[in-house]
C-alpha cells in the first residue's frame, strides 16, 4: 500500500505556484505593479468564491431553506465588504505611480473580467441578443470576451440560467403564492419590477418574519454591490480621472453610469409602501 503524500501547507496551498503567478511587465520593474497585479489577483478570487456561493445559495433559495440561505447570503455581504475594503489599499498608490507603468497593461482591461460579468448575470444582468451591449459604453461583451472562448461561454450559459432572483421568486413561493407569470417568466430577459410580486414581499414582510430576513438579507446584499461600484468608480476617478480606460473603455463615464441600479428592485420599490 501506497504510504499517502504528505501534505504540508505550502503544498495543499500551492503556495509556490501562487507566488509565481505576480509577474512585473514594467522596467525595473516599478515599484507599485506588484500592488496592482496583487489586488486584482485576488479580486479574481474573490469573484470566483462568490460564484460558489451563489450556486451553492440558488439551490437553497428553491429547496426552501431559510437559515442556510441567511447563512450564504451574510458570507456573500461579507465579501463583498472585504472587495470594497481592499480599494483603499489600491488608493494608496497615486496617479503618478500607476502612470508609471499603465502603458504596459496595453489593451488590458479590467472589462475582460469574466467572473465579474458571469457574477452579473447570476445577479440578473441580461445583454441584448446575449451577448451586444452598448458598445459606446465599452462594456460590449463581444469587444471584450472572444467569441467561442471558454470565459465567453461561461457567461452566456449563465445569462440563460435562473438568476439569483429568479432563484428568491421560487424561495418566497414557498411561502406564499407568487404571480405564476413572475414564476414562469423567460430568464433570458432583463427582470422589470413587478407590482403583483410587490404586493406579495410587502405582505410576506408583515407576516412571516423568516421570509422578511431573506428580503432584508438580499437588500444587505444589493447595498454591498452597489458600495463597491460606487466605491470603484470613485477610485478610478482618482487615479485616471476622466481619461479613457485601458482597453479602449470609457473609463469613468461608463461606470459611472452603472451606479445606482439596484440588483433586485422590487425590494427597493416597496420601501416608500409600508
Known amino acids: 500500500m501506497e504510504h499517502q ?3 504540508t501547507y505550502i503544498s495543499y496551498l ?14 525595473g520593474p516599478e ?7 496583487t489586488i486584482h489577483q485576488v479580486y479574481e478570487l474573490w469573484f470566483k468564491q462568490l460564484l460558489h456561493e ?15 440561505s441567511l447563512a450564504l447570503l451574510g458570507r456573500m455581504r461579507t465579501i463583498m465588504k472585504t472587495c470594497v475594503a481592499q480599494l483603499d489599499i489600491l488608493e494608496t498608490m497615486t496617479p503618478l505611480q500607476f502612470n508609471s ?9 479590467g472589462f475582460q473580467s469574466a467572473q465579474f460579468r458571469e457574477l452579473e448575470a447570476v445577479l440578473g444582468r441580461r445583454d441584448q441578443a446575449g451577448a451586444d451591449a452598448d458598445k459606446s459604453s465599452g462594456m460590449g461583451m463581444a469587444e471584450h470576451l472572444l467569441p467561442g472562448s471558454p470565459a465567453r461561454i461561461r457567461v452566456e450559459q449563465a445569462m440563460l440560467r435562473r438568476s439569483l432572483w429568479d432563484s428568491v421568486l421560487h ?22 419590477e413587478h407590482e403583483g410580486v ?14 422578511s430576513m431573506i428580503g432584508e ?24 480621472g476622466r481619461k479613457p480606460g485601458t482597453g479602449g473603455s470609457s473609463g469613468v463615464g461608463y461606470l459611472s453610469s452603472t451606479l445606482f441600479r439596484p440588483v433586485f428592485p422590487d425590494l427597493w420599490a416597496i420601501r416608500s409602501q409600508f
Open 54 to 68: 451563489a450556486a451553492t445559495l440558488q439551490e437553497s433559495l428553491e429547496a426552501g431553506e431559510t437559515h442556510r
Open 217 to 240: 438579507a438580499l437588500v444587505d446584499l444589493d447595498e454591498g454591490f452597489q458600495e463597491w461600484r460606487y466605491r470603484h468608480v470613485k477610485m478610478v476617478e482618482r487615479t485616471i
Open 198 to 211: 410587490q404586493k406579495v414581499l410587502i405582505e410576506l414582510h408583515r407576516a412571516d418574519p423568516e421570509a
Open 31 to 37: 515599484h507599485d505593479e506588484l500592488l496592482f497585479i
Open 171 to 192: 424561495y418566497f413561493n414557498t411561502k406564499q403564492a407568487i404571480p405564476e407569470d413572475a414564476l414562469t417568466r423567460d430568464v433570458t430577459k432583463p427582470w422589470s
Open 5 to 7: 503524500k504528505h501534505i
Open 14 to 27: 500551492k503556495v509556490d505556484e501562487l507566488l509565481e503567478l505576480q509577474q512585473p511587465l514594467s522596467d
Open 101 to 109: 507603468f499603465r502603458a504596459r497593461l496595453s489593451s488590458a482591461s
